[in-house]
């Protein structure tokens, strides 16, 4: 990374507009810059502005720019390194070529400058799927959940049914060794009283939870779907940040979808066991019936759990080693969910009580 490179330090203002002049006239030829303006960023390095256009009758009024992160890595997510050989292509490209073939809503690409570390995409506005439902009444929210749990069942079933190995998707799956980095990283950063001998204890008692979850039914899966990488745009709900797309679990999206963050403000018991049918009636029409829904149940539970557990670790992680404290206003609702999965997980009774003593801990700063 060069002194001219937009990504440096030296430059982090004036370089990055003037290199949106560029890819704007590359993608639009006769499109002008007119402003620029920073956008919330997630968990990741990625950087994200909108950018309003003038002057070309063919060009969007406004696009986001995704800035990649100065390490240019392919993956936002370590752990997910499991490729013989890098990839060839942005995984977020590689992805959302096949979502949008199999029927997913995704905002479109319009262009990528590979050698600057930026794609064009398709302005889908700022109003979250978590946020279009708060404090609106509760047909209303199990309605536009019901849209989302369209979208997923779309991605499982259609998304799986044609799999295709050149989707860096399905060359990756949330095996046995992805479930246990993401409970040790809960181990590592979300129990900061941790002994060895309760780290020993919890990983053997845990075992039968990563064991069942590995052997599962798995599907094509987005990985982080929830109600902030979903967005409501005129109307119609849109997927974003598909890009660490893979082979799970079919009962992990669901889980993550229902209970991420501090959706408990909005989907009651009540509400998820609701959507929680919607799912399984969606699955048969669709063509592929949940096997056993008892045991998808027992699924779900384990995967609300995991799921918790790796969110404590990868918060407080942001929180401690980025400097990202907003997370930390999170860790309430997580631990909650934790806390009520782990009373209804079956066969943890030898750790259930060392367990929820590490979950209760999580919260303390």
């Not at 001219?4 to 006769?30: L, Q, R, Y």
């Not at 039914?217 to 779907?225: E, G, I, K, N, Y």
Request: contains cysteine; proline residues 6%.
């Amino acid at each position: 990374m060069g002194p001219n490179d937009p990504h440096h330090p030296a430059n982090p203002a004036g370089a990055i507009e003037a290199t949106f002049v560029d890819v704007v006239s590359a993608a639009f030829s006769d499109a002008r810059l007119r402003t620029v303006s920073p956008l919330a960023g997630d968990a990741s390095s990625r950087r994200y502005y909108r950018l309003a256009l003038d002057g070309d009758t063919d060009a969007p009024g406004t696009v986001v720019a995704m800035v990649l992160g100065p390490d240019r890595l392919p993956l936002s997510s370590e752990e997910l390194s499991v490729f013989d050989s890098p990839p060839t292509e942005l995984p977020f490209i590689n992805v959302g070529r096949f979502l949008a073939r199999i029927g997913v809503r995704i905002p479109t690409l319009y262009h990528h400058d590979a050698a600057a570390g930026i794609l064009l995409l398709e302005d889908i506005g700022d109003q979250t799927l978590r946020w279009a439902t708060d404090g609106g009444p509760e047909e209303e929210t199990l309605a536009r959940y019901r849209e989302a749990i369209d979208q997923l069942v779309r991605m499982q079933v259609i998304g799986t049914r044609n799999a295709d190995t050149a989707c860096v998707a399905f060359q990756q799956r949330f095996d046995h060794r992805l479930l246990t980095w993401e409970f040790q990283h809960f181990l590592e950063h979300g129990a900061p009283s941790l002994t060895d001998v309760d780290a020993a204890r919890l990983r053997a008692g845990f075992e039968p939870v990563l064991a069942e979850l590995s052997t599962s039914p798995a599907v094509l899966a987005h990985r982080d779907f929830h109600g902030w990488n979903i967005h409501v745009h005129r109307n119609v709900l849109y997927v974003i940040d598909f890009q660490d797309a893979l082979v799970a679990p079919d009962a992990y999206d669901l889980a993550s979808l229902l209970t991420d963050r501090d959706t408990s403000d909005i989907i009651t018991p009540a509400c998820e066991d609701a959507l929680i049918a919607y799912f399984i009636e969606a699955r048969r029409r669709l063509g592929r019936p949940v096997d056993d829904p008892d045991r998808f149940r027992t699924h779900y539970v384990f995967c609300v759990l995991h799921r918790a557990l790796k969110v404590i670790g990868r918060f407080r992680y942001l929180a401690s080693v980025k400097g990202k404290m907003k997370y930390l206003d999170y860790l309430p609702h997580v631990t909650a969910q934790a806390r009520r999965a782990l009373q209804d997980a079956p066969g943890l009774d030898d750790v259930r009580p060392l367990l929820s003593q590490y979950i209760g801990e999580s919260c303390v700063r």
